[in-house]
């Protein structure tokens, strides 16, 4: 394992609990198979315990992933393992993933437990885990705060029951890279048995610092798993970004020396995928993902890009997925030249009646705008998806609004309720705000618009909008997502999305049940 660095993903878990992020099972399962065709290592399903519907989405993960290690969280407790290990017993390989907090202020605050209570629980939960798999992982939570005596105390323990890889989880965000770095390091020289385990480093970016954190644990350190998720979703601030890990890797192999399995080509279209299904937008800038990472404005820059690229880019953007298929499809393109480009991109529909139901959207919107984007194939794809998940309670029709200047707006939408259409008019602030008015007026749901975002799916002034819309009511917090060329008919459809999401029965996690 010297030379290699496993790559686990924990996006449906982890990254799961950002507030509105929690997916269906369609959605887990969709993210799920881009994970295995970019070939990550370890995908990190869920948290079985936490609900129905996470343990039936990690169940149907486990049976259809068979190149990457299924994995679940688990509190160090029998019950817990037991769920876990029945969620993943059609999985080919499968990890456990047990943990209990070892600092100070978690043990009196949070676990008020002693600390022989949780040596012994954890001790107890690993060799109960042992008894379903061979590939048993420990985190101390808050590890990076935990008293260093004790923390050696707990991991040489767990590893003489049977932990394979033992994870060091920096929970808050609180370490720097040198010290957290030094940290592994020195633990893995005081533990007896640190040979017999495989480290691992899962950081959060509440100050910044996650992806450097994880680098320096690998790199100072000697961990040869990095815990990560795509955009770097996550609570709070997020969690190590997978694509910046990666690439750091990959372009500065000459500096770090490990191989890595993942193919790169699939980062930006995962990167989309998992974007358009949280509502959670990439931001230009972003490193690897963000559409500017690889624009060029100065005019220097694009001289020297010009005359060699390497001059300002370090990387290749074809190497992690950015498109540089120059076919341009519209009204006149054919079915096949749209599967296609699904192929391309990456997408897999479960059906040719699928593929045509997203054909028929497809023509749609090219009568609409002459260019059709990949990220606007995205959209439809994700769209589609969305509406055949679950049952409609309420669905878009149609939409007409009146804006002038110095009168106020006025918006009149006619939308399904269980298949019987119905007409909300509403005069609002602007015509966005008449619109959601308008069908507040009908729906009176009571919930609170805690998120409105919009943001032009691609470039000109044919873009598409894609409006993200977060509702919170009796402590559930849901996203809907809706696209459109015209913005206030989006905004609608996104409205209507996070209501159906409101109304669905499907269980999801909690995203407070679990903080590794």
Known sequence: MADKLIIFDTTLRDGEQSPGASMTKEEKIRIAKALERMKVDVIEAGFAASSNGDFDAIHTIAGLIKDSTICSLARANDKDIQRAADALKPAGHFRIHTFIATS?????????????????????????????????????????????????????????????????????????????????????????????????????????????????????????????????????????????????????????????????????????????????VVQPNKAVVGANAFAHASGIHQDGVLKARDTYEIMRAEDVGWATNKIVLGKLSGRNAFKQRLEDLGVTLESETDVNAAFVRFKELADRKSEIFDEDIMAIVSEESAEMQAKETFRFVSLAQHSETGEQPHARVVFAVDGIEVQGESRGNGPVDATLHAIESKVTSGAELVLYSVNAITTGTQAQGEVTVRLSKSGRIVNGVGTDPDIVAASAKAYIAALNKLHSKVEKLNPQLSSV
């Open 104 to 280: 100070a202020l978690h043990m009196e605050k949070k676990l008020r437990m002693s600390a022989d209570q949780v040596y012994e629980q954890a001790r107890l939960a690993t060799r109960f885990a042992r008894k379903f798999t061979d590939d048993v992982e420990f985190s101390p939570e808050d590890g990076s705060r935990s008293d260093l005596d004790f923390l050696c105390r707990v991991l040489e323990a767990v590893i003489d029951e049977g932990a394979t890889i033992i994870n060091i989880p920096d929970t808050v965000g609180y370490a720097v890279p040198e010290g957290y770095g030094n940290l592994i390091k020195t633990i893995r020289e005081r533990v007896p048995n640190s040979d017999k385990a495989v480290w691992s480093v899962h950081c959060h970016d509440d100050l910044g610092m996650a992806v450097a954190n994880s680098l320096a644990g690998v790199h100072i350190g000697g961990a040869r798993q990095i815990e990560c998720t795509i955009n770097g979703l996550g609570e709070r601030a997020g969690n190590t970004a997978l694509e910046e890990v990666v690439m750091a890797m990959k372009t500065r192999k000459d500096y770090y020396g490990l191989e890595l399995g993942i193919d790169t080509t699939h980062i930006v279209p995962t990167s989309k995928l998992v974007s358009q299904i949280t509502g959670f």
